[in-house]
């Protein structure tokens, strides 16, 4: 009986989710999540996660106070909420210059958008890392409006019917979706074989990555980015979106080509690429620290 007991519960909990994501796209994206954002910020300090990200805090700003601590995580639990409405809308959102103007542009600085024409219109294939900063689901959607053909590494729910529904919502939005798994990597590997621009998420604990030090303090990454670089020599550029002072509104950028580090004989250097990618990671963090979940074990 607990099989189907246990697949009972999973769609039941599908539906709900289903539900949830229709009724928030019914409503106004903005006013909905000015108002997720601010219930978030009452009601995120009163949940475990709250003291985790207080003490990531302390220990990566030893300098702030704790009222500046508190501030920031004020932001984190507001941009959390947001995420949340602004998932059933992924679908509204442009990029400008493209079509006619509109409230849901993702804009850019000229030279910003100028780079990425270069480099979608190039026709190689990229990769390009990411991390959970703002909405980290929007430069997937900012590099497919583009015009990249494009593949994202993602994890799956463990709930089926819930992974179900995030890649029917994603698969038009953002190019093929890649579960994480052991058979990534070679999936990956021949995304970019045939010029594809793959995008992993770089910021999280890895089990059995590379060590780094993130904010003066060791920890393990994914070496997926720096692995797949050796093998194809393709470029790494980072992606990421910053929400602007409305909490609303988003800028794209993407950096020039980071450049991987090398071992003696020339070969791409697993650990020190993942270095350069998590330091840079660490420089958009500290830009907007308030919109970078803080609510993980990242140190362990």
Known sequence: MAKPRIKLLDATIGAIAAGTLSAAKRMDRRRTANFAGTLMRRLGPLLPEHRLGR???????????????????????????????????????SVAGLGSPSPNDITYAPEVAERYRQLIASGRPLLCFAAHLANWELPAVMGHLLGAR????????????????????????????????????VQLARQLEAGVHVGVLSDQHFTKGVEVIFFGRR????????????QTECQIHGLRVIRLADGNSFRGEITE????????????????????ITTVIEGWVREHPEQWLWLHRRWR
């Open 55 to 93: 003490a990531n805090l302390r220990a990566a700003f030893p300098e702030k106070s704790d009222a500046e601590i508190e501030q920031i995580l004020g932001g984190v639990w507001d941009n959390l909420g947001r995420i949340g409405v602004e998932f059933a809308h992924l679908d509204e959102f």
């Open 219 to 230: 920890c393990v990454a994914n070496p997926l980015i720096a692995l797949l670089a050796r």
């Open 257 to 276: 080509a980071i450049e991987p580090a090398r071992d003696t004989d020339g070969r791409i250097d697993i650990a020190g690429t993942t270095q350069a």
């Open 150 to 185: 494009s593949a994202v590494l993602y994890r799956r729910p463990n709930i089926p019917p819930v992974s179900d529904l995030i890649v029917k919502l994603r698969t038009p939005l953002m190019g093929e979706l890649i579960a994480t798994g052991l058979a990534a990597p």
